[in-house]
Structures are given as structure tokens and as C-alpha cells.
């Protein structure tokens, strides 16, 4: 164990000192910080991840409104900031200072707009320079407010979430609502309620009924968020550069070492085969490893800086993206030292197998989606894509960087977190079975 922790040791701060990895971390994160200022503009341009919903009535004249935000499964959110909002296209613009929602309960915005019989169809509301849209519907003594949403652990499961009022403010207790005619549930004591489905949504109220919404089925990436782009783009960094880092890591470490005899000059002493092997390879993996958690731990600070959140579930996720790729491609590398006959040729295998699982292996995928006459642009096109990017571990990597997103199946549809760790774990046995096979036949 000594001898093991000896070669690891050594291996570990070798690697770390190599200029060539340490030029790849360098690059990567001044792509990272370089590419902030586009990434921030680019999620302030997306439609935001959550919806405001303002369900008006009528308080001594003028329009009092019940405000509740919510994210992009129908989940009550806080947001604070300064608030301008506008009744219908023409309106006045109403300022409010320290904004705040509640998670729990609606609260009361005061407008001084007089209450008038029809009401207009939407408010516009901009909290800190973003424009929301609230839809209104105003019928028959009471008013809803509604927002689309997409269920939270289906992003092919689209749905509604409602706020509703009657005119004098009290929560109208005999209202229902229907999807396709079928019961959807009551809103609760603070007349708010989310249901799911695809088609017409209508309301019973007493003896009265009204359609007013259809529920279309969801686009791909129709939900696409903030928090999705930001993954998005930080699982194709680590995608191009951790794999490149690895194969140089483990050609200094292993390869080279294996086709140019050193290797053979070290198990020649007292110290058993496996020892060197795992010492070299771990010791390969710890280098890069301490790298690049480093960027991962610097580029939420940065990112901070451009008013881009980056929450802890998201670091832990790209963390165990950063750890699983640099493994794999790691044993890769030292796998392709065993065929190697020259002191170069382990490296052009490994930059062979980077460009297979980079860029021919979804050229493969794409031809698979053809041969089965899936279209394209279906969801079940984006389902089979995904199912077969589990034997790509490149494709793995951004499924566990996607694992920290609130709604991860909006970029990774049709795989569960089960599946994304049954197929890490499977490439981890099998590369580390056939590295240990090879170890021994070639000795």
C-alpha cells in the first residue's frame, strides 16, 4: 500500500507540472470567462423561467390584483426587485419599489385603476428590465389568470396553472376545472391550482361553464431555460477539453511509458503489476481532476458577476461529469498503449477515439433515427437520440451535467437519472474490465 500511495504521489504532482495540461486548463477557463458576457446576454433574452399571475377584483372602485409568481412546473416562487406593470396594451405604467412574492400565498398589489366591467385581457408586468406577459380571463363575476407550465418530470407533459378570484376577492368554493372534459382538481384556499393535460381546458362555476384555454402538445425544447442554456454550454466546454487533458494525462502517465520500455524497467522491481497500473492511472486522474474542479468552484464566482446563478446541485453535477470523463478516457488512453508500436502511436489512438465519441458517433446516431423512419423533429426522435447517446460516455458526461437542472428533461428527454447512472457505471466496469484484461494477455 505504501509503494501504491508512492506512485500515486508522484504521479499526481508529475502531471500536475506538465505545461501541456496546464495550457488546457488555462484555455478552458479563459473560454469560460471570455464567453460570459455573450452567455448573460443570451439568458436575459430567453423567455424567463417563470410566470407572473395577477387575478384582479374589484376593492372600493379600483383594481386590486392577487400577484404569485411561479417557475416553469407551476411551482410558487419568490422574486424581489423593482416592478413596473401596465394594464392592457394602452395603460398607465404603475411603479412599485422592494417587489416580493411569496411561496405560500398570493399577495395584494394595489393599483388605483378603476374597476371597470369588461376587463382588459392582460397586465405587463417588468421586474428588473424583464417583460412578462399575465393572461386574463374575466367572465361571469369572477377573473382568472392563466400561465403555461410543463410538468416538472416530463417536459412531453405540458399544463396550466391558474389563479382565481371572484370580483368582491373572496376564492370562489364551487369552481372546477376540466381538461378535455375530464375533472382537473379545484384550486386551493388561496384560489391558486395547477393541473396537466393536452386540449381544451374548461371551468365550471355553479351552473356555468366557459372554455377558455387549449393546452397544445409541447415543441422540442420549448421549455428551454436559462439554467439549460448555462448547462448546455458548460457540458460542451468540459466535452471538448477534459477528454483531450485525459488522453495527454494518460499518455504521460501510462502509454508512452508502456511503448517505450520505462515501464517495464519499473516492474522489473519489487512491486506487483496492479500497484504501478492503478498508481499511474489514479494518480493521472488526480491531476486533472484538482484542475478542473478548480474552474468548476472559480466559474460560478465569475459567473456571479454577470448576474448568472449558478446553484450548488448544478457544480456537484459538472464535478461528477468533470470526474467520470477523466476517468474513462483516462483507461482509454492506457488501453491504447498496448497496441502501440511506436511512442506515438498510443497518442493518435487516443485522438482517434476523441474524435469517434466527439463527432462520428452522432453521425452514427443520426443514422440510426434514419433507419428506423423516426421523424426528426419528434420527440421520439429526441428520446432514441438520447437513449442511444448512453453507449457514447461524452454523451454521459452532459446527461450528468443536465442532472442538476430543476426540469433536467428539457435537454436530456427520455432518459431518467436511474439510466444516466446504470450507464456510467457500466462504462466504468467494462473500461476498467478490459483495461485489466489487456494488462495481463499483453504481459
Known amino acids: 500500500m505504501k509503494k501504491f500511495f508512492t506512485i500515486l504521489k508522484r504521479e499526481t504532482f508529475r502531471e500536475m507540472r506538465s505545461w501541456k495540461i496546464i495550457v488546457i486548463a488555462i484555455v478552458m477557463l479563459s473560454i469560460m470567462l471570455v464567453t460570459l458576457p455573450l452567455l448573460s446576454y443570451s439568458v436575459q433574452s430567453i423567455q424567463p423561467s417563470y410566470g407572473i399571475l395577477s387575478a384582479p377584483y374589484n376593492d372600493s372602485g379600483y383594481i386590486d390584483l392577487k400577484v404569485m409568481a411561479i417557475d416553469s412546473g407551476g411551482t410558487p416562487v419568490s422574486v424581489t426587485g423593482n416592478v413596473t406593470f401596465q394594464y392592457g396594451s394602452n395603460g398607465t405604467k404603475v411603479f412599485i419599489s422592494d417587489f416580493k412574492t411569496s411561496t405560500s400565498s398570493p399577495i395584494i398589489v394595489k393599483t388605483h385603476i378603476k374597476f371597470e366591467i369588461p376587463l382588459n385581457g392582460f397586465f405587463i408586468f417588468w421586474i428588473s428590465g424583464v417583460k412578462y406577459y399575465s393572461e386574463i380571463i374575466s367572465t361571469n363575476s369572477i377573473s382568472i389568470s392563466i400561465h403555461q407550465i410543463v410538468s416538472p418530470s416530463n417536459s412531453s407533459l405540458p399544463g396550466i396553472a391558474l389563479l382565481v378570484t371572484s370580483y368582491n376577492g373572496t376564492v370562489p368554493g364551487n369552481f372546477s376545472l376540466y381538461i378535455n372534459g375530464t375533472y382537473a382538481g379545484k384550486p386551493d384556499s388561496n384560489g391558486f391550482m395547477k393541473a396537466f393535460g393536452i386540449g381544451k381546458v374548461t371551468f365550471k362555476y355553479g351552473n356555468y361553464s366557459q372554455m377558455i384555454w387549449e393546452i397544445p402538445k409541447p415543441e422540442i425544447y ?171 460516455p461524452i454523451n454521459i458526461a452532459k446527461y450528468i451535467t443536465y442532472m442538476g437542472l430543476p426540469n433536467p428533461q428539457v435537454l436530456v428527454y427520455g432518459v431518467s437519472l436511474l439510466e444516466v447512472v446504470l450507464g456510467s457505471i457500466a462504462w466504468i466496469i467494462f473500461s476498467v474490465l478490459l483495461f485489466i484484461y489487456l494488462s495481463r494477455r499483453f504481459e
Do not use: C, H
Open 222 to 392: 420549448s421549455s428551454l431555460t436559462p439554467e439549460a442554456l448555462i448547462s448546455s454550454f458548460t457540458s460542451s466546454i468540459i466535452s471538448l477539453f477534459v477528454p483531450i487533458a485525459a488522453i495527454i494525462a494518460g499518455y504521460d502517465s501510462l502509454a508512452k511509458e508502456k511503448v517505450s520500455g520505462a515501464l517495464d524497467l519499473i516492474l522489473s522491481r519489487p512491486v506487483k503489476r496492479e500497484t504501478v497500473y492503478w498508481g499511474k492511472v489514479l494518480g493521472a486522474f488526480l491531476s486533472i481532476f484538482i484542475y478542473f474542479v478548480i474552474i468548476s468552484l472559480v466559474f460560478p464566482f465569475a459567473a456571479a458577476l454577470f448576474n448568472i446563478n449558478v446553484t450548488p446541485l448544478e457544480i456537484v453535477s459538472l464535478i461528477a461529469a468533470i470526474s467520470f470523463l477523466t476517468f474513462i478516457f483516462i483507461i482509454l488512453e492506457g488501453i491504447s498503449g498496448f497496441f502501440g508500436k511506436s511512442v506515438s502511436t498510443p497518442l493518435v489512438w487516443g485522438i482517434v477515439i476523441w474524435i469517434f465519441f466527439n463527432m462520428i458517433y452522432s453521425i452514427i446516431s443520426l443514422g440510426v433515427l434514419y433507419i428506423s423512419q423516426i421523424s426528426l423533429s419528434s420527440l421520439n426522435a429526441l428520446k432514441l437520440a438520447n437513449i442511444i447517446g448512453l453507449g457514447n
